[in-house]
């Protein structure tokens, strides 16, 4: 019989052990590798080091142990968590390696339930954590659902303005010599559309980030495929012949078109089916410090693709994610990333700023039940903060090495509370330097800012 109750209980407690998938977003550079690498790190010390008082189980003793395990899906690439401490263990220290791909990884956490009725059922259980990393720009590519050949081109013909304008002039040259109605012709569009994509790749270099279809940029296994070999007509619609339908040969446009609708179908909606779908919570990274930093354009560009990448989110009945996919996401966190580039006392307006940043989704999503939060963070401090004496008195600045490995302590400047307008820039001056990650003692956890509060909001109710 005791052999029977002790099955049972087993049973019971392996069905109480929970997984939560947490997907994390953001746009490139936003530090979404830096963040899995320090949360994967300050779980690692979760039970032997008190270190994150804001997370309850945490500061409450409750937790057992931690550790990786083996990831379920066996498609998607490990992510490299072995590799992105190395780097940042190094002497001197370095930051990660940029991402290319989606990678995923699984963390098990063992905990004494606090809530009376898991408690009946066993004394411990297991929370196991998914966490995913993928670059964001795919995620800017979702709009393309709703949008036809004809439309996506008109639109990205309107964008051509200012330096965008001057990176594509190849490819605007090389357009010149396609006629849309003559038989189709491979090589003539493979030319064309690796200038297309040669002019997308400058964007990107020049910091911009709206940067669209996202695979042409960051194309993972789809590299040299050749329904990544398309591009946006930039000739009126009228100039494609209507006898071109009743003719036997394809034409140049028939297959730009049908190339486009292959990349709608099988890229984009084959992602955010596989992805989108199965994700419990989401964390959004922004780093609204570097385009601060670059200027009025920067920003712009920024907010613009901040915005087409929350479309994502919206998550009511009637949005296009929601008809496609049904994603079962419950919460969902906006985070400003790096945080320790600012002074502690321009946290407060940095928060502020990513709320007004987000507001155009805040609605949306609160009104459909899922729980959302902003906060300010840094993944792994880079800095340390203290005060500067001035003629005027006492000023807060922060201490770091640069990546040059200069030594320096500075006022970065103040962040805006609101959205900035363009005059912002004549009147501010900005200077958020890139430091060098702090050198970390061995046995301790990464240096970081409220990591755990972001733990708290993320999984702290299935460790009650
Ligand atoms: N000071 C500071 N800098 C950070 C922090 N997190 C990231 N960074 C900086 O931001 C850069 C980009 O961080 P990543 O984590 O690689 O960003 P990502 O979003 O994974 O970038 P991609 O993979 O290229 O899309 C790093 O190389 C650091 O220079 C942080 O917490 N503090
Ligand atoms: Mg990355």
């Given at each position: ?28 550079r936003a530090g979404k590798t830096a963040f899995i690498t320090s949360l994967?790190n300050q ?8 270190h ?29 968590y072995?590799q992105a401490i190395a780097a940042l263990q190094s002497d001197p220290p370095d930051w990660p390696a940029p ?108 910091g ?77 990274l922004?780093d609204c410090l570097s385009p601060l930093n670059a ?41 400003a990333t790096k945080a320790d580039h600012v002074t502690p006392d321009q946290h407060?307006?940095l ?25 300010t963070l840094a993944s792994v401090q880079a800095t340390r903060a203290g005060y500067i004496a001035t003629?005027?008195?006492k000023m807060h600045a922060i201490q770091g090495t640069t990546l040059g490995g200069e030594s320096v302590t500075l006022f970065p400047g103040e962040v ?13 001056r900005f200077d958020f330097t890139e430091f060098r990650p702090c050198a970390v003692e061995s046995g301790q956890p990464l240096p970081q800012i409220r990591l ?13």
């Open positions: 019989m005791r052999q029977i109750g002790q099955d049972v209980s087993e049973l019971i407690q392996r069905g109480l052990d929970s997984n939560i998938k947490v997907a994390v977003t953001g746009l490139s994967l779980i690692q010390y979760l039970s032997t080091h008190h994150l008082p804001f997370l309850a189980a945490s500061q409450e003793q409750r937790i057992i142990g931690t550790k990786r395990i083996p990831q379920r899906n066996l498609m998607v690439s490990r992510f490299d072995e991402t290319r791909d989606v990678s995923e990884t699984r963390v098990a956490i063992k905990y004494r339930p606090e809530k009376r009725t898991k408690r009946l059922l066993g004394k411990s259980l297991t929370l196991h954590i998914d966490l995913i990393d993928y670059p964001g720009e795919w995620l800017l590519d979702l709009p393309l659902l709703e949008m036809s050949f004809e439309q996506w081109s008109t639109q990205q013909t309107q964008q051509l303005s200012g330096t965008r304008k001057e990176m594509a002039t190849a490819w605007m040259a090389a357009s010149q010599s396609l006629n849309l109605n003559d038989e189709a012709d491979e090589q003539l569009l493979a030319g064309i559309a690796s200038e297309f994509t040669d002019y997308l790749h400058r964007c990107k270099a020049a911009l980030h709206w940067v669209q279809p996202g695979r042409f940029v960051l194309p993972g296994e789809l590299a040299g495929a050749p329904v990544l070999q398309f591009f946006p007509c930039l000739q009126p619609e009228g100039n494609v012949s209507r006898r071109s339908l009743t003719r036997r040969a394809t034409t140049n446009y028939e297959v730009l078109k049908a190339r486009y609708e292959e990349y709608q179908s099988k890229v984009v909606q084959g992602f955010y089916r596989e992805y989108f779908s199965t994700f419990d919570r989401q964390v959004v922004v200027g009025h354009d920067s920003f712009l560009d920024m907010q613009h693709a901040l915005v087409q990448l929350l479309q994502s989110f919206k998550y009511g009945r009637s949005g296009l994610l929601s008809r496609l996919f049904s994603p079962k996401i419950d919460k969902v966190l906006f985070a407060a307006h928060l502020h700023l990513l709320n007004q940043m987000v507001q155009p989704v805040w609605q949306n999503v609160s009104y459909e039940n899922v729980a959302m939060e902003c906060m003629p005027e008195g805006p509370e609101k959205l900035p307008s363009p005059g912002f820039w004549q009147s501010h755990d509060a972001v733990l708290e909001y993320l999984i702290g109710d299935k460790l009650r």
